[in-house]
């Protein structure tokens, strides 16, 4: 293990007073956030000896490595080099914000170490959706223009920045998708987290993982917190006596909602299929409520068409029935309900091409009776 740390004393001192030679006065697309991972030496054909380091004084890394790097160009997933302690030792960057900016001397520098990374169980997720994926939701959409705008350009908003949202209505209508979006379209970090995996097990385990989740997102800001199925832990007062553990996993809520502690960067998107079970303190700190609906005529022809595109097989379907079919059906249970399980009828029993029979296997298989599907086809 290596160390990095400061000589003397002069280590505890506060960034302002820590001297650094020649570092270049860069003002115009200068780096606002850089956060790095130790990497070892990774093009040493594959070894990572040695790349646990052990970093004592923060404070003193970050200027350290203004000192070193002022002035060159960063992006997310590439390496800075060590040529002054530790020659050729890699810091892999893990987020550059705004993507090929320069460090520069206001550049916010944040290190995670291979052991932190250990006790970090929050996950980011990597999306390739992009908005054209998500299918209608017109007004969903333009409503979360305001969070890519923010998180975008967080310094812009100051003390007006969006920090909650609450999406609601029926399962399947793409709450999840238009997230994965935002975050995919902004390339920054999506924290998507099932709201029952931050209950824990005994008593101060819910606070600890609310904490931590925000802290890890503040880290890699800005940053997407989406919360699925929010009602599952913000219960309305009425209905607390069915879980204990309600107060505290709402008060740490609210304390991260509130901005007690500075999120700067960071949006939390919560959502849930019924917004009346939300407890009214938690509702309350949404600043806005976006609801999805099921998609229209025109709609579900677009979700059908764009589905089939990517089939393996080929297909003989009628789509303006497939249309009428689907009716108050959601993007989620067209795909998955009806075309997947028709495909994968047609698969089992050897065709080439899926068919309409497929179709109507897949409408039984989800207990649709028989004259139901005869009159869809009416």
Same mark, same amino acid.
């Given at each position: 293990m290596i160390n990095v740390k400061s000589e003397n004393k002069s280590s505890n001192k506060k960034k302002s007073e820590v001297s650094i030679i020649n570092k270049p006065n860069l003002v115009e697309n200068e780096t606002k956030v850089l956060v790095l991972e130790t990497a070892g030496y990774p093009f040493n054909f594959g070894l990572l000896e040695g790349h646990n380091l052990e970093i004592s004084d923060k404070v003193l890394f970050e200027q350290y490595a203004i000192d070193q790097w002022g002035g060159t160009s960063v992006k997310t997933g590439s390496y800075l080099?060590?040529?002054?302690?530790?020659?050729?030792?890699?810091f892999k960057i893990i987020t550059a914000y705004p993507e090929d900016s320069i460090i520069g001397e206001n550049t916010s520098i944040t290190i995670i170490t291979n052991d932190e990374e250990k006790t970090d169980n929050v996950k980011r997720v990597k999306s390739n959706v992009f908005?054209?994926?998500? &299918?209608?939701?017109?007004?969903?959409?333009?409503?979360?223009?305001?969070?890519?705008?923010?998180?975008?350009?967080?310094?812009?908003?100051?003390?007006?920045?969006?920090?909650?949202?609450?999406?609601?209505?029926?399962?399947?209508?793409?709450?999840?998708?238009?997230?994965? @979006? +935002?975050?995919?379209?902004?390339?920054?970090?999506?924290?998507?987290?099932?709201?029952?995996?931050?209950?824990?097990?005994? &008593?101060?385990?819910?606070?600890? $993982?609310i904490h931590e989740l925000y802290e890890t997102a503040l880290k890699s800001a800005p940053s997407l917190i989406f919360i699925d199925e929010i009602d599952a832990i913000a219960l309305h007062r009425s209905f607390q006596s069915l879980r204990g553990d309600v107060s505290e996993i709402v008060n740490s809520l609210l304390t991260e909602m509130d901005g007690i502690n500075p999120n700067d960067g960071v949006v939390t998107i919560a959502a849930t299929n019924n917004p009346s079970t939300i407890d009214? @303190?938690?509702?309350?700190?949404?600043?806005?409520?976006?609801?999805?609906?099921?998609?229209?005529?025109?709609?579900?022809?677009?979700?059908?068409? +764009?589905? +089939?595109?990517?089939?393996?097989?080929?297909?003989?379907?009628?789509?303006?029935?497939?249309? $009428?079919?689907?009716?108050?059906?959601s993007g989620r249970d067209i795909k998955e309900k009806i075309l997947k399980t028709a495909l994968h009828n047609a698969i089992i029993n050897d065709k080439e091409t899926v068919t309409l029979d497929d179709v109507y296997f897949a409408l039984k298989l989800n207990k649709y009776k028989k004259e139901e599907v005869k009159g869809m086809f009416e």
């Open positions: 080099f060590d040529q002054k302690i530790i020659p050729d030792f890699a908005f054209d994926d998500v &299918v209608g939701q017109e007004n969903a959409k333009k409503k979360s223009k305001l969070i890519y705008k923010y998180l975008q350009d967080p310094e812009k908003f100051g003390n007006w920045a969006p920090k909650n949202v609450l999406f609601y209505g029926l399962p399947g209508t793409g709450k999840t998708m238009l997230a994965k @979006a +935002l975050s995919n379209e902004l390339n920054i970090n999506l924290f998507l987290v099932k709201a029952t995996s931050l209950i824990g097990d005994h &008593v101060g385990d819910a606070a600890t $993982k009214f @303190a938690i509702r309350s700190r949404f600043e806005e409520e976006i609801e999805f609906k099921l998609p229209n005529d025109i709609e579900r022809r677009e979700i059908i068409q +764009l589905n +089939l595109n990517t089939y393996p097989l080929n297909y003989d379907l009628d789509i303006e029935k497939l249309v $009428k079919l689907s009716k108050r059906m």
